[in-house]
């Protein structure tokens, strides 16, 4: 059909008179990776108490078949609870949870070998198996060169070979000692202790389309352990009208992770009873390491109530971390909020239509480290293998994939929140309202660096992005003694981001994300959303050759000197008379105008009705399948959507043009 619609001669292999087999339909490759799967899901628990000690255990098994073939997920969870109050001054308790996992997944994502584009994308005239029992390639007389390099999903999907067990196990006790009238201590110590021990084998694919004739076996087991022990120490008091509420704690938590990782290849027997790494041809090199990361918090909160009509809240923090630069490891945080219950003030005190309203308002300063990796600031070598000597020779070497930050430090988020809450015929009718503001500053972001520093990317600090938003819900309930109760809630946010600087040296971030290396329509550049679309904006269709031959620049420039009747028409945003990367504009974000939903709850005596709607509005998402689909320059340019073929009901001539250069 792109034949048909540019003008040209039809490929062989979609000219029915030249080859009439690639007009039949024989396999819905779609309908063969999909299958109903069933889910099996038990739960058994048991508990006991008395007024001074109390238990609880409990079991659930889960195995899940995935709605892909040949997918699966299992899951084994094992939790018992108790505490017991000794005496009237020492409580003494534990948390002791064992969790086991394992599954097989599949690639749903990749542009060349995703399961799902596959299916899409492969012939629909072939069938599963060939002949011998096989599995099929494309036709042999016209392969990749018309049909793309493409794969058999259900091959695929079928030489799935993948365990992947992971073993979770947390012990948590704690003890409560009363020390005097109001003043407690608690003591809490977490041990967790993670064990991933993960297997893939990785067969050849023989069949035409995209074959790839090596095979190979991963190994990777990991051994975590995290350690967390939290001391506080809380006051409570009351005088009079005055109540009072402190704590101070000291929290610090230490986590150790191990690994190994191998790779086996030239399998000359893929039989499953071969496939261990004594069969493997060649062994990689084995890459192996330890990581190790601390987080050491001092931490001071006060809470202040007079008369329930004013309250106050100031929270102080000391905070370290070893994965920043060292002069950078502690910094301080807090915020300080307070609340005015103006219901409770005489002049309301008696309102029969006011039941409740109380104003909030809080600032507040909060470290962030993101998901900064342990070799942020000093990075690992790699080890590698190249040709070294007069004579060459392949020699074991360690190379610098990543450049470290000596000066890396938190990031660091600030932000002010006022809020309103209103209550009135007796709380039945309730309004919460809240406005926020968050500057995050010092963000911490990876760059890619240029080739010529002989490393690929680097951790830095910088920039500045603003948040805003507006929360409004509403909520109408029955009254208390109805036989019918219901209550409705009505909520609706909206939340606009902007960056307001970059680092100076990137002043615009790329997207990191593409489709087949050709597609990349996100950008993050101030004045804009994070990850806002940028591409080429476009002014409809040419609704004639006229209009095609008509379309120039102030200096009578044709900009589209090709274009013919049904071609997308581009905006020139430079005016310099030529459609390139230069007139891409930002064309929106994923943030939507506002968020909304409405929830309903009713019950009469031993029935209940849940109903609820949520909703978003004016976001705007970019369809990678549609583009996909659509679009030739994908590089895939077969079994395309159905709506390619408008020329069967207009004769107007239908162009796809790749509009994210």
């Known amino acids: ?384 293998d190249a040709w070294f000597g007069k004579t060459p020779a392949l020699l074991p070497g360690y190379i610098q994939e990543a450049m470290g930050n000596p000066n890396l430090t938190w990031a660091e988020s600030k932000q002010t929140n006022i809020g309103l809450d209103l209550g009135i015929l007796n709380n039945r009718l309730t309004l919460n309202a809240d406005y926020f503001v968050k500057n995050t500053s010092n963000m911490i972001m990876q760059i890619t660096l240029p080739g010529t520093t002989g490393v690929k990317n680097k951790y830095v600090n910088g920039g500045l992005v603003r948040d805003k938003g507006l929360e409004i819900a509403l909520n109408y309930s029955s009254k208390a003694d109805a036989a019918f109760q219901y209550d409705v809630r009505a909520s609706i946010n909206k939340i606009t981001n902007n960056v307001e600087s970059l680092i100076d040296q990137y002043p615009s971030i790329p997207s990191q994300v593409d489709y087949r290396g050709i597609l990349k329509p996100l950008r993050t550049e101030p004045g804009q959303a994070l990850y806002s679309y940028y591409g080429l904006e476009t002014a409809g269709l040419f609704r004639s050759n006229q209009e095609a031959e008509q379309y120039k620049n102030s200096a009578g420039t044709k900009i589209q000197p090709n274009a013919q009747a049904g071609d997308m028409k581009f905006v020139d945003q430079n005016g310099d008379g030529i459609i390139d990367a230069k007139d891409r504009v930002f064309l929106g974000s994923a943030y939507p105008d506002f968020n909304y939903g409405v929830t309903f709850n009713g019950s009469y005596k031993n029935f209940d009705v849940n109903i609820f709607f949520q909703g978003v509005q004016g976001n705007k998402l970019f369809n990678a399948l549609k583009y996909t689909g659509l679009n030739a320059a994908s590089g895939q340019p077969y079994n395309m959507f159905e709506e390619i073929k408008m020329h069967i009901q207009s004769p107007i001539r239908i162009r796809i043009y790749h509009v994210f250069l």
Do not use: C
């Open 1 to 384: 059909m792109a034949a048909d619609n540019a003008g040209v001669a039809r490929d062989p292999a979609f000219d029915a008179a030249k080859y009439p087999d690639g007009q039949i339909t024989r396999t819905d490759w779609v309908d063969e990776i999909f299958r109903t799967a069933r889910t099996q899901d038990y739960n058994l628990s048991a508990s006991a108490g008395n007024e001074k000690s109390s238990f609880y255990t409990g079991f659930n098994y889960r195995n899940a078949e995935g709605i892909l073939i040949n997918t699966y997920g299992k899951r084994y969870n094992f939790r018992i609870n108790s505490q017991t109050q000794l005496t009237p001054w020492l409580k003494l308790g534990e948390n002791i949870s064992y969790s086991f996992t394992n599954g097989q997944g599949a690639n749903t994502s990749s542009g060349y070998t995703g399961a799902v584009l596959s299916a899409i994308h492969y012939p629909r005239n072939v069938s599963v198996y060939d002949d011998a029992g096989k599995f099929s390639g494309l036709p042999e007389k016209y392969g990749p060169g018309s049909y793309g390099d493409v794969i058999n999903p259900v091959a695929y999907l079928s030489r799935l070979d993948v365990d992947n067990p992971v073993h979770n196990l947390l012990i948590n006790p704690y003890v409560e000692l009363k020390l005097l009238p109001g003043l407690k201590f608690r003591s809490n110590f977490a041990y967790t202790k993670q064990f991933t021990d993960f297997k893939e084998f990785t067969a050849r694919i023989p069949e035409i389309g995209k074959p790839n004739m090596s095979n190979s076996l991963t190994i990777r087991t990991e051994r975590s352990t995290d350690i967390l022990a939290e001391q506080t120490l809380t006051y409570e008091k009351d005088f009079g009208k005055h109540h009072l509420e402190g704590l101070a704690g000291f929290m610090y938590q230490q986590t150790k992770m191990n690994y190994q990782y191998v790779i086996g290849e030239n399998f000359d027997d893929e039989a499953k009873n071969y496939r261990y790494l004594v069969n493997a041809g060649r062994i990689q090199p084995v890459d192996d390491g330890l990581g190790k990361t601390a987080l050491l918090s001092y931490l001071l909160r006060a809470n202040y109530n007079y008369d329930n009509r004013y309250m106050l809240t100031l929270i102080g923090r000391r905070d370290g971390t070893s994965l920043v630069a060292k002069e950078n490891q502690f910094q301080n945080y807090g915020s300080v909020s307070g609340a005015w219950a103006i219901h409770r003030e005489a002049f309301l005190s008696d309102s029969e239509v006011i039941n409740t309203l109380k104003l909030r308002a809080s600032y507040g300063i909060l470290g962030d480290l993101a998901t900064l990796p342990s070799t942020a600031v000093s990075p690992l070598l790699k080890r590698v």
